[in-house]
């Protein structure tokens, strides 16, 4: 989540939201949220858990449609 926030901070091109799952369950049943963290890229592809930074960027990419 914090490399997500600190892409928002240095793109206008990058957008992120925190989102509590037990406050917003509606939510995090569209999203299918069973662990944390989850994150949603494009809402389309995800990544569950502590990711390393390259694992991150790969699956930004791939939302982008620049990552296979």
């Known amino acids: 989540m914090r490399l997500g926030h600190q892409m928002a901070l240095a793109s206008t ?3 992120s ?3 509590d799952a037990t406050e ?3 939510l995090a049943g569209l999203y299918n949220v069973r662990g944390v963290p ?3 890229f494009n809402r389309r592809v995800h990544v ?3 990711v ?3 694992a991150f960027l790969a699956k930004l990419l791939q939302s982008a449609g620049a990552g296979g």
């Open 52 to 54: 390393p930074e390259p």
């Open 24 to 26: 917003f369950s509606s």
């Open 17 to 19: 939201e925190c989102i």
């Open 13 to 15: 091109r990058v957008r």
């Open 48 to 50: 569950e858990g502590a």
């Open 38 to 40: 989850r994150i949603v």
